[in-house]
């Protein structure tokens, strides 16, 4: 299996980003998807998780209403939507499928990051 994120770059604080997460390899909708990062010198952390059917979403506190998970399983994609962005959201975002199916229990895949930078 196999995660590309794409979206990241550059946005002044207060504005907008939308990352997105493409997936191919496997069965997605199989699979629960999370939005970790990871900033300099810091642990990586859980950012969102959505379901492996879109029916329940999950927040870090640091991020509750002003981030959007959501999933297209048709397309095969996870996207999370960013506003009021922060100094603090600067990090390397990462996508993550974890197999939420009883055939897939334990299988985990990682998109290789995209960046994204909060600066004026």
Do not use: H
Not at 24 to 36: L, R
Not at 79 to 96: I, S
Not at 98 to 116: I, S
């Amino acid at each position: 299996g196999q995660l590309v994120e794409s979206g990241g770059g550059l946005v002044q604080p207060g504005g907008s980003l939308t990352l997105s997460c493409a997936a191919s390899g496997f069965t997605f909708n199989w699979y629960d998807m999370t939005w970790y990062r990871q900033a300099p010198g810091k642990e990586r952390e859980l950012v969102a998780t959505i379901t492996s059917d879109g029916g329940s979403t999950n927040y870090a506190d640091s991020v509750k209403g002003r981030f959007a998970i959501s999933r297209d399983n048709g397309r095969t994609m996870v996207f999370l939507q960013m506003n009021r962005l922060k100094p603090e959201d600067t990090a390397v975002y990462y996508c993550n499928a974890r197999g939420a199916r009883v055939l897939v229990r334990g299988t985990y895949y990682w998109g290789q990051g995209t960046q994204v930078t909060v600066s004026s």
